[in-house]
C-alpha cells in the first residue's frame, strides 16, 4: 500500500514539473496556450505550436519508430526556438534527462 501511494506521488510530482517546465517554456515562445502541457494529448499540440509544425505530425506519432524521430525533430525545434542546441533533444531518451529538458531550455 505504501509503495502504491510513493508510485502515485512521484508520478503526479513528475507530471507536475514536466507540465510546469514545459508551461514555462511555452510562454517564453510567446505561446497563449502553455495551460495545454498538463493535459494529455493537448500537450503534444502544444509542442507541435511551439516548434511550427503542421498539427497533421500527430498521426506521425501513432507510427511505431517513426514516432521517436518525429519527437526528437520536435524536440529539436523547440531547442532551437529556445536558442539553445539541437542536440539537447536527445535528452528524451535519457531516463530523468527528459524531465530536466524543459528546465535545461528556460535556463539563461
Known amino acids: 500500500m505504501i509503495s502504491l501511494i510513493l508510485s502515485i506521488s512521484l508520478g503526479l510530482g513528475f507530471w507536475l514539473a514536466f507540465g510546469y517546465g ?10 497563449q ?27 506521425l ?16 525545434k523547440i531547442s532551437e526556438a529556445c536558442q539553445k542546441p539541437g542536440w539537447y533533444s536527445l535528452l528524451i531518451f535519457i531516463p530523468f534527462g527528459n524531465l530536466a529538458l524543459p528546465f ?3 535556463s539563461d
Do not use: C, H, R
Not at 496556450?33 to 498521426?59: F, S
Open 22 to 31: 514545459f508551461q514555462q517554456v511555452a510562454e517564453k515562445l510567446g505561446s
Open 33 to 59: 496556450n502553455g495551460i495545454w502541457a498538463y493535459i494529455p494529448i493537448m500537450n503534444v499540440l502544444l509542442y507541435l505550436e511551439i516548434a511550427d509544425l503542421p498539427t497533421w505530425y500527430i498521426v
Open 61 to 76: 506519432l501513432l507510427v511505431p519508430v517513426l514516432n521517436l524521430a518525429i519527437l526528437v525533430m520536435i524536440f529539436w
Open 104 to 106: 535545461i531550455l528556460l
